[in-house]
């Protein structure tokens, strides 16, 4: 077990503060002191922890990115708006991978509790229900801002866009499109953006006059799984005519889907995704996309961040970001 300052200072019935003097050599405490603090610390071999000292001083010109994947587009690019404002400013971007899980993120924001980074920038897990571990992080003293997947109890900076609006708008181009029936494909019930981009589809439902809820489809977390539930409903006897994946990793899931049960799109479904894969101008047929501003939101996330780091009572609470997405209508839903 490592030893700790305040194990030093219990030894010597000495404060903390004293101790921590005395090893930096403060001319604020004499030398017998010194000494006296200077001979236990090598009988105990203690070692200072630099990222504890980091921390107070906000020295380590390291931020932390936290993501519940790499894989899906947006966040690449989205990491690519961060690190072009991280390297003006000389700092490294480490990242940490979730990988949707709840407990993951947990240990990671607690790891940063020793000081290991200055600042986090995180888009949550799609397990993650409970805020407790980032309003701790918040707690002690460490910046954090949140980008595309936020908690909305949260009192911090938030970088999103128009989750809400953006399905709306996509709902009713598939409505004004000539589909009857449409189907949205739904990810984690934890995640608000699912939630919004959900709500924006049954308002545009609803102010279009039809009621059909039951055409909300849960999805798996593995492309496998979300293949089996496409195709079970793609082959419905009251088949959808219309679909709007939540998220980019149910495109690939769609396509195959159609291909195999010979469903030509757009002709006998019409389909929008929320992606910003590059692919989509070259799928068959190529892909309708509602597309966020991934760049620039890991951009603005980071300059927000920043200014934190920069100022020590800059007020995080007060930032809510909202950039805009794009619906890019092709072929696959004309």
């Known amino acids: 077990m490592s030893v700790k300052i305040k ?7 000495l404060s903390v503060a004293t101790i921590s003097k005395a090893l930096k050599d403060s001319h604020e405490i004499s030398p017998e002191t010194k000494q006296r603090v200077f001979d236990l610390a090598k009988k105990l071999n203690y070692t200072p922890n630099p990222y504890a000292s980091s921390l107070r001083n ?4 390291t931020i932390a990115v936290v993501l519940p994947e790499v894989a899906d ?42 000081g290991r980074v200055d600042g986090i920038l995180i888009s949550v897990s799609g397990e993650t229900y409970n805020s407790d571990h980032i309003k701790e992080v918040i707690a002690a003293g460490m910046p954090l801002v949140f980008f595309d997947r936020v908690c909305e109890d949260v009192e911090t900076a938030k970088i999103i866009t128009d989750d809400f609006e953006s399905s ?32 924006g589809y049954i308002q545009a439902l609803s102010d279009n006059g039809i009621k059909n809820k039951d055409d909300i489809i849960s999805c798996a977390s593995d492309d ?26 149910l495109t690939t899931p769609i396509y195959l889907a159609c291909e195999d049960l010979r469903l030509s799109i757009p002709e006998k479904i019409k389909v929008v995704s929320f992606t910003n894969l590059p692919a989509a101008m070259i799928l068959k047929p190529t892909l309708t996309t509602v597309t966020q501003p991934a760049f620039e939101m890991g951009k603005a996330a980071a300059v927000v961040l920043f200014k934190s780091l920069e100022k020590r009572n800059y007020n995080l609470k007060k930032e809510i970001t909202i950039i805009p997405s794009v619906l890019t209508i092709r072929n696959s839903a004309t």
């Open 73 to 114: 587009s947006f966040f690449s690019l989205a990491i690519n708006g961060i690190e072009s404002v991280a390297h003006d400013k000389g700092y490294h971007v480490l990242i940490y991978l979730t990988h949707e899980s709840f407990k993951r993120e947990e240990a990671i924001l607690k790891e940063f509790k020793s």
């Open 224 to 249: 496998d799984g979300n293949y089996q539930i496409i195709r079970d409903l793609l082959q419905k006897k009251d088949r959808p005519d219309g679909l709007i994946a939540s998220v980019e990793k």
């Open 7 to 13: 194990d030093l200072a219990k030894q010597l019935n």
């Open 168 to 199: 709306y708008n996509a709902t009713c181009h598939l409505l004004k499109a000539g589909c009857q029936k449409i189907a949205y494909l739904s990810t984690s019930a934890a995640l608000s953006i699912n939630n919004k981009r959900m709500e």
């Open 58 to 61: 906000r020295s380590s010109k």
